[in-house]
């Protein structure tokens, strides 16, 4: 095994980047033969899928492509070899997916249907897309038909423009594919500058993030969303830490991370850390007042803009509430919640359980993400912290625990801390605790989009809650050693 910071041997990266390509070609070819197409019909068992037409080359492919582009990424996890190196393997992997069929999701289609409903005049934060008759509502999974958008305005408005200049389905979708693949190239713009930063490694900051399967499946070949909402996010940051308290700098940081929210709402959780990386000089509460609040007007503004332009105000907000219609325990508090309702079966009870941990999941965040701002602004207000690296830290750990204790949890979603972590942590030995979930989640899902978490609730349950508690115990643990520890 080779140690971290270790030079990488020519003859390890050259394998690990044909291997790459390898799985990304064979992972094309199963969207081909039996990914998410607009006329596949959603598969609701393991044996359903293994009868498909093409069912066992298709796994076949699936797998194999799979564990070659996760164990390629892997392999040079504590750092390619260059950072050149790093884009333009990632690069490479990344052609074969843009040929591909909408792979491990359906979300595509259903982006394109909120934009038809948006262009009938028709508010997508009201009505279903079935209720609205989108023409494409078939190819749509049948969880999302009858659910509003949870969808800023500034996505819905580039969606209605795909629709129209797209003419079809094929080609909305192939203009949706530019706009995430626009926001990847985003997030590769901003990454070198991020971990310059904070003291990382560029070179492994971009081969984590960008060589991460996740990004190649889901945000290139998925098109979904995410990549343009992070890549607006990471934008967005990069124009603060590079001229903090500019009035210039100001502005722009606040359009983007306005367009981010508007794109997708979890970006919100990043706002409070970015007004923190807005202020020069000292951080007191006097210049956070008078630089925070610069920024936090033009993100308002610029969401105050987008409603007004676009006629849709702030349905959106609304739409969020049914994204929990999705329940997988996959998500830490929905899968304690499925525990819970198993025991209770036992003893001839129906505890319906689920509610109740996903919303103590939501008030256990709240106060995480308030402890994090405060250990941030706390580190920052002594002298000698390294303010960008303290800032992006905490914002990725706010992520984290975003993504961690909301009621859904897709394999996607891994990306917004994996994306910020990695430009923050400075040690790549500690990098495992972020990057080994990100190994993970890019196994559960098919190429047609179907969730593995689907066929392994009770045992991905309980080992879900194992897990959780393993964590909460050793947490409660390390507390109580620090706080034994003579000062």
């Avoid at 949870?150 to 797209?166: C, S």
Wanted: hydrophobic share 55%; glycine share 12%.
């Amino acid at each position: 095994m080779s140690e971290p910071d270790a030079p990488v041997r020519p003859v390890a990266a050259a394998l690990a980047r044909y291997a790459g390509l390898v799985g990304a070609v064979l992972l094309t070819a199963a969207g081909w033969l039996g990914g998410a197409l607009p006329d596949a019909p959603p598969r609701t068992t393991l044996a359903g899928l293994w009868q498909a037409p093409h069912g066992p080359v298709t796994l076949a492919c699936w797998l194999v492509g799979t564990v070659l582009l996760v164990g390629a990424w892997w392999s040079l996890r504590w750092g390619a070899p260059s950072g050149r190196w790093a884009y333009l393997t990632a690069g490479l992997w990344s052609l074969p997916l843009l040929a591909a069929p909408p792979l491990g999701s359906r979300d595509v289609y259903s982006y394109a249907c909120q934009g038809w409903t948006w262009t009938q005049g028709v508010s997508p934060y009201r009505v279903g897309v079935a209720a609205a008759g989108c023409p494409w509502t078939g190819s749509v999974s049948p969880i999302w038909r009858d659910t509003p958008a949870p969808y800023g305005p500034f996505f819905v408005l580039l969606a209605g423009l795909a629709v129209l200049a797209g003419g079809g389905l094929v080609g909305a979708i192939v203009l949706l594919r530019l706009v995430a693949v626009a926001g990847v190239l985003l997030v590769a713009a901003a990454l070198p500058g991020l971990a310059r930063a904070a003291g990382v490694p560029a070179r492994r900051a971009a081969w984590l993030v960008l060589a991460c399967p996740l990004v190649g499946v889901h945000l290139v070949a998925g098109a979904h969303n995410d990549a343009l909402a992070l890549g607006l996010l990471l934008l967005g940051l990069l124009a603060l830490v590079r001229r903090p308290g500019t009035p210039r700098a100001l502005l722009v940081a606040g359009v983007l991370l306005g367009l981010a929210v508007a794109v997708k709402a979890v970006a919100v959780v990043v706002l409070p850390f970015a007004a923190l990386a807005a202020v020069s000089g000292r951080h007191t509460w006097r210049a956070l007042l008078r630089d925070g609040g610069r920024l936090a007007a033009a993100v308002l503004g610029t969401l105050l803009v987008l409603s007004l332009a676009t006629g849709l105000g702030l349905g959106w907000v609304d739409g969020l509430g049914r994204s929990g219609d999705s329940q997988q325990w996959t998500s830490p508090p929905t899968a304690v919640g499925f525990v819970i309702d198993y025991a209770g079966e036992w003893v001839g009870r129906d505890p319906h359980a689920v509610p109740v941990t996903r919303m103590v999941g939501l008030v256990l965040l709240a106060g995480l993400l308030v402890a994090l701002w405060w250990g941030a602004w706390t580190a920052l207000r002594r002298s000698g912290a390294d303010r960008q690296r303290v800032t992006l830290f905490g914002a990725g750990l706010a992520l984290a625990a975003t993504v961690l204790l909301a009621p859904v949890f897709h394999p996607w979603y891994a990306v917004w801390p994996l994306a910020l972590l990695a430009v923050a942590v400075v040690s790549p030995a500690r990098t495992v605790w972020f990057v080994a979930p990100c190994a993970v989640a890019s196994v559960l899902t098919l190429p047609d989009g179907t969730n593995l978490a689907r066929f392994t609730k009770a045992p991905g349950a309980v080992l879900m809650t194992v897990l959780v508690v393993v964590v909460v115990v050793a947490g409660v643990r390390a507390g109580l050693r620090r706080r034994h520890l003579p000062r």
